[in-house]
């Protein structure tokens, strides 16, 4: 499958460097440098072919990440692998940078080990890499932790390992060396039980280690145990929009996930329900709609989505119901878009009216449309402006606007805004004079924003909790639910 995987950092150094098969020569590094990082024009497809071998890439900040194949491979795992391998990174050591790279190139190596296997994905489960490649990474910033058991233990960026390395000799010289001899027999037995206690705790832990790479559910352990059990559900959607000046929505998308924290003891079985149209039709041709009648947007229409491998599909295509053991931690349940009965959170009005040759009155009135008891947040609209600007006047009615030069932009900044309300921003730009005839393009009007609720409309029904071997029910569990929509390209026309 993949012949070679190459890290490179914005300058074309390689830094990470794996080939897997025969056919990928180390010429094929430099390809890659030369055509794309180094190329003339932009690059802007993910899938680049040169001299018969296929190079698909991802960057992430100034890192990229190119696997490089001479097959006919599957792009779409290719790419889910990249998208994943980048998540594992990420989980290890935060933000991936060229300084972290070069910092944890000796656990990145150890990853690709456990995840590639002469080019074929294997398990690329965070939880499951985390129970056998226990070395955690070293991140960028100087970050002093202080060890519980090792009180006079600093680690210090990226020289933590010197000091771990020389307080453990210093350690060891000091508890293997009797300063007298009426101590060297208990320190030895005591010693002798120690040893023998580790080795059985590392029996148990290969055996558990074993048996969840091995097994059906690779991605949890068994042995969990928690004091309170906790079940945290987030929607997070983002919403696109384009809409036309006289308000005619030309395209309009919503992309969302579900993300869940679980702190649950044992092996739960966790069902999960949402409002999907196809569930909802079900249930009214039962009769059992009642619940479904008495809220205000019955279902929602889910044109495609995706599953965590958890997730069991074949109970998802007969009842529409999902059902999983959950993994222990942060995961990602679902992805899924929607395009019909979208709830646009809010409307912008332009108006643009040309004065004469050098000057140009804005006014841009925007309208939220969702209950008065919700507040929106962080909201941001970016007005264009001609290239020939001189000089911006601005009145707001709330917040902050301001003119930035180097954007060709006006800013307009609102802290807070509550549903069905409405503001207004009102711009007189002077223009310089010039020769050219052409007409400005008049670029769309692109908005930001953070509401408390779900723009497709997509409703956690319920959340449940079934664990048959220990003593605790659904209702022990404590759930939270919470719902952030924020805009993606959201943006009118003026």
């Known amino acids: 499958m993949i012949g070679g995987l190459f890290i490179y950092n914005h300058k074309g150094e390689v830094l990470i460097s794996r080939v897997y098969r025969d056919d990928i020569g180390r010429n094929a590094v430099d390809a890659f440098r030369v055509n794309v990082i180094h190329a003339r024009q932009q690059v802007r497809s993910p899938v680049t072919n040169i001299a018969r071998t296929s190079f ?12 490089a194949t001479k097959q006919n491979v599957n792009a779409t795992m290719v790419f889910e692998f990249l998208y994943k391998m980048c998540d594992v990174m990420a989980a290890y050591f935060g ?27 294997q398990n690329s489960e965070t939880g499951a890499l985390k129970t056998f490649i226990t070395q955690q990474g070293i991140k960028s910033q100087a970050s002093y932790l202080i060890s519980k058991n090792q009180p006079n233990v600093v680690y210090c960026g990226t020289h933590g390992f010197l000091f771990v390395f020389l307080w453990s000799c210093f350690v060891l010289q000091h508890h293997v060396s009797p300063h007298t001899h009426t101590h060297t027999h208990s320190s030895n037995t005591v010693g002798n039980i120690n040893i023998a206690i580790v080795e059985t705790q590392t029996k148990e832990e290969q055996s558990q280690i074993t048996s969840q790479v091995t097994g059906q559910i690779g991605w949890r352990r068994e042995g969990i145990k928690y004091r309170r059990n906790e079940l945290f559900l987030d929607v997070l959607e983002s919403v696109n929009l384009l809409m036309s000046p006289q308000g005619q929505v030309l395209s309009a998308h919503v992309s969302g996930r579900v993300v869940m924290k679980s702190y649950l003891s044992g092996m739960p079985e966790c069902k999960f329900g949402m409002n999907d149209k196809i569930v909802i039709d079900k249930q009214g041709k039962g009769g059992g709609s009642e619940d479904v009648a008495k809220s205000g947007k019955q279902s929602i229409a889910i044109d495609d989505c995706t599953f965590h491998q958890c997730v069991r599909l074949s109970k998802f295509d007969t009842e529409r119901s999902i059902s999983f053991i959950p993994p222990d931690g942060d995961y990602e349940l679902m ?17 643009v009216r040309e004065v004469g040759r050098t000057r140009l009155e804005v006014k841009v009135v925007i309208k939220s449309n969702f209950k008065s008891s919700l507040l929106a947040q962080k909201i941001e609209v970016r007005i264009p402006t001609p290239l020939t600007t001189s000089g911006v006047q601005l009145i707001c009615m709330k917040g902050k606007a301001k003119y930035k030069a180097s954007e060709n932009a006006i800013v307009w900044k609102v802290k807070r805004m509550a549903g069905m309300k409405e503001s207004q921003i009102s711009a007189e730009i002077e223009l310089l004079p010039t020769n050219d005839k052409k007409k400005w393009a008049r670029p769309p009007i692109s908005m930001n924003f953070e509401v408390p609720f779900a723009p497709s409309g997509l409703k956690v029904r319920y959340l449940k909790v079934f664990e048959p071997k220990l003593n605790y029910s659904d209702h022990d569990v404590i759930k939270w639910v919470r719902y952030i929509g924020r805009s993606g390209i959201y943006e009118t026309r003026c």
């Open 56 to 67: 698909l890439h991802v960057k992430r900040s100034n890192i990229w990440l190119a696997a």
């Open 95 to 121: 933000k991936i940078s060229e300084e972290n790279v070069k910092n944890n190139f000796v656990l990145i190596y150890e990853l690709l080990d456990e995840i590639l296997d002469f080019g074929y994905p």
């Open 335 to 351: 992805r899924y878009r929607t395009t019909k009965d979208i709830i646009l959170p809010f409307r912008v009005i332009p108006l």
